[in-house]
């Protein structure tokens, strides 16, 4: 079951009470738009995938598989899928950050714009805490906790794909992430691992960089499993009152199941 955290006293009602009031209060809400169809199996299907919600914001526990966005939102994706929140005069949630589609995990929208705008602020400035955790193999070796501190170049050679930026690279963007073991089989291990940047595809760059590229992730050289073995756990980040508040998932059971059979 998912696991919601209100840090510091007071009540999960109290801590939501003054977080709404601070945004509702003082800001207009998203303008009008029209309503595209969404199926009632849709409907279902993406309010069955909400983990915590309040005034503020939703946010869903996403399966593997399912992108956030997809080009144009041609193709059935959790943004398209939003269109089930819309109210009558078109108003609907709006995406604060996103994972990979073969990623499962938390997503969060924002019901208002400046709900958006305040939640995007957090991620920009490096104040959302992300936790995910990963199968991977060449683990025999790894030390039981590291980090790893390597840029991306910001031009890659192949857009779909992040690249380490070799030395003397100028124009880089700084990426670090950490991890810790813990589990660990033979030549496998399940990590806990925390992204301190937010770049495209970082963990699994970062992870096939130091020679462990995630389980399920060939684009990465990652050895073949039903699905991507990375599942964003954790989100914590400040509300306007002081409070934090941390939303977990734990992983799903296919995750589970395919790290058993590599002994973890």
């Given amino acids: 079951m998912p696991r919601i955290i209100i840090g510091r006293a007071g009540s999960v009602a109290q801590a939501n009470k003054r977080y709404h009031s601070w945004y509702l209060s003082r800001f207009e809400p998203m303008r009008n738009r029209p309503i595209p169809h969404v199926s009632a199996a849709d409907k279902a299907f993406v309010q069955g995938l ?149 770049r495209m595809h970082q963990i699994r760059a970062h992870l096939a960089h130091i020679g462990c590229p995630i389980v399920g992730d060939p684009l990465y050289g990652g050895d073949q499993a039903p699905r991507l073995m990375l599942h964003a756990a954790s989100l914590s980040f400040p509300m306007p009152d002081g409070q934090t508040l941390t939303i977990e998932a734990p992983v799903p059971d296919a995750f589970s199941a395919h790290g058993e059979t590599l002994g973890l």
């Fill in 50 to 198: 909400i983990v915590y919600q309040d005034a503020a914001l939703l946010v869903f526990d996403k399966p593997s598989g399912l992108p956030v966005q997809s080009r144009g939102n041609k193709a059935r994706c959790l943004d398209e899928l939003l269109w089930a929140f819309a109210r009558s005069n078109g108003k609907r949630p709006r995406l604060v950050h996103r994972i990979d589609a073969g990623t499962s995990g938390l997503v969060m929208a924002a019901k208002t714009k400046p709900v958006a705008a305040y939640l995007s602020g957090l991620f920009e400035n490096r104040q959302v805490q992300k936790v995910y955790q990963a199968l991977i193999p060449n683990a025999r070796n790894l030390p039981e906790s590291g980090m790893i501190d390597a840029a991306f170049a910001r031009q890659s050679r192949k857009p779909s794909r992040a690249e380490i930026a070799k030395p003397g690279t100028s124009d880089i963007q700084a990426a670090k992430t950490s991890w810790r073991v813990l589990v660990r089989a033979e030549n496998h291990a399940w990590l806990e691992v925390r992204p301190e940047t937010g």
